[in-house]
């Protein structure tokens, strides 16, 4: 009896003791890791002290390079993709509405000067805030000082449903409209001069004439008030035009219309409104382009599986010569030295043919030239390229509707051969899919401009 006593009394006191061991060690594991997480001040270690955040990938803000699959038949380089944190602070939507056509140009505006603290002399006095003294020094006189100004890129658009004209600086995007002449549903639009002439085109009520209609909007001054009134004053030009381009100064267009079995090329000057008939051919089915002074381009509309050729023209002596062909579904885009012309073919494979050495280089690049544009001296590409290419009949199918594309934008050296990858719009905050068309870049090439074909909406992309 008692053993069995001293039996229960001692397994008692081990079973106190087995808990207050419990309990410390508890204790001592909680205490080590609040003093841990006290010691880590927010933003110079780790990732915060939301536990559940830590695991979940939506959450974190760290970044992180996404990952890259090249366009079809792309080989021999390493893409170069911006980190996500510039892409999408450098990619932004323009339009708020579908636009026909747009045009970059140099836009002047009043420069924003923090003024400099004024500080006393080591006399204690503080210096005068007057202007600056001009003429007579004696009379005491002072001329103001004028406000400093910048010229910066700017932007107009076409509003595709309304005809409006938008406007806005690429660097601060105020949408505003400028316009107030409406000409319903404008298909495609034209821009000169500096943003002060553009050619609408749009079909009649009867469904199926072309009219173009040649406008002037009026100048803008600085300092002046400025009114969203404004009419567009112009002209039509004959109707059924099936062709246009736009000289290199943006002074003048270049049209193609039928006049009886013949088709008939015609500059119009934007300002003086003069007409000049350059060009006649039995051939019809023709696709022009004005990279030069010095060159007109044309090439045959393209189709799958029919060859495609392509000529040039001095519009001075009127001469046409041919360039290259027997290409299955040719497009092409010359650059502005007329010298190198990117095409693509019913593979929609990219090449360069030289026109002084008449060699041909693949590129390795899968998109149309008409996704393309070609840097100011000629020696870049920039491209809207697809991530992926279905099955079909190109680039029919592209152009009526039955495929669209998915593209990143691509940089290639014409030089080095090399090609980067500037920009995957899905990856960045915007996500969205882009089809890219109408590529544009402003002067000093800081900024990428594009039209979604998905929508019609006008992007820029910083590039610098």
Same mark, same amino acid.
């Given at each position: 009896?008692?053993h069995v006593i001293f ?26 890791f609040y003093f841990r ?24 803000? !760290? ?110 995007? *105020? ?28 079909? !009649? ?13 009026? !100048? ?149 030239? *008409? ?90 992309f910083g590039l610098k």
């Amino acid at each position: 009896m008692r053993h069995v006593i001293f039996h229960n009394h001692m397994s008692k006191r081990n079973f106190i003791l087995l808990v207050i061991i419990l309990v410390t060690v508890v204790a001592a594991i909680f205490g080590f890791f609040y003093f841990r997480r006290s010691a880590t001040t927010p933003g110079t270690g780790g990732v915060g002290t939301n536990f559940i955040s830590q695991f979940n990938p939506f959450g974190s803000n !760290k970044t992180t390079t996404p990952a890259v699959t090249p366009p079809a038949n792309v080989s021999g380089y390493q893409p170069n993709l911006e980190p996500a944190t510039k892409t999408n602070a450098k990619l932004k939507k323009v339009s708020g509405m579908p636009v026909a056509g747009f045009t970059i140009y140099s836009k002047e505006r009043l420069k924003v000067v923090v003024p400099a603290p004024i500080l006393p002399s080591p006399s204690g006095e503080v210096p005068s805030k007057t202007g600056s003294t001009t003429g007579n020094l004696g009379t005491g006189k002072t001329k103001p000082t004028p406000p400093l100004t910048e010229f910066m890129p700017a932007l107009r658009y076409v509003d595709k449903v309304t005809g409006n004209v938008y406007e806005t600086f690429a660097d601060k995007i *105020e949408e505003r409209k400028f316009s107030t002449t409406i000409i319903p549903r404008i298909y495609e639009a034209y821009w000169g001069n500096k943003g002060e002439s553009v050619v609408m085109r749009y079909l !009649k009520t009867d469904g199926k004439t072309i009219e173009t209609f040649a406008g002037n909007l009026p !100048k803008e001054y600085l300092g002046a008030d400025t009114t969203a009134a404004n009419e567009i004053k112009g002209s039509f030009l004959p109707e059924n035009i099936k062709d246009m381009s736009v000289s290199p100064d943006a002074g003048s267009v270049f049209y193609l219309f039928n006049v009886g079995d013949n088709m008939v090329g015609t500059t119009f000057n934007l300002t003086t409104n003069k007409k000049v008939q350059i060009f006649i051919s039995p051939f019809t089915e023709w696709l022009s382009q004005w990279p030069n002074n010095k060159m007109i381009t044309f090439t045959t509309k393209p189709s799958s599986g029919l060859p495609g050729y392509m000529y040039a023209m001095d519009p001075n002596n009127k001469n046409l010569n041919k360039i290259f062909g027997k290409i299955n579904g040719l497009t092409t885009l010359t650059s502005p030295d007329g010298k190198l012309v990117l095409y693509g073919n019913d593979n929609l494979s990219l090449g360069i043919y030289h026109l002084d050495t008449k060699v041909a280089n693949i590129l390795g690049v899968k998109t149309l030239p *008409e996704k393309c544009f070609w840097g100011k001296i000629s020696d870049v590409v920039y491209c809207a390229v697809p991530k992926f290419i279905g099955a079909g009949q190109y680039p029919d199918a592209w152009y009526q509707g039955e495929v669209s594309f998915s593209d990143q934008i691509w940089k290639m050296d014409i030089k080095t051969g090399n090609a980067t990858l500037i920009l995957d719009p899905i990856t960045t905050s915007v996500g969205e899919e882009i089809d890219g068309i109408k590529l544009a870049l402003d002067d000093g090439e800081n900024y990428l401009f594009f039209v979604n074909k998905k929508d019609s909406s006008l992007w820029e992309f910083g590039l610098k």
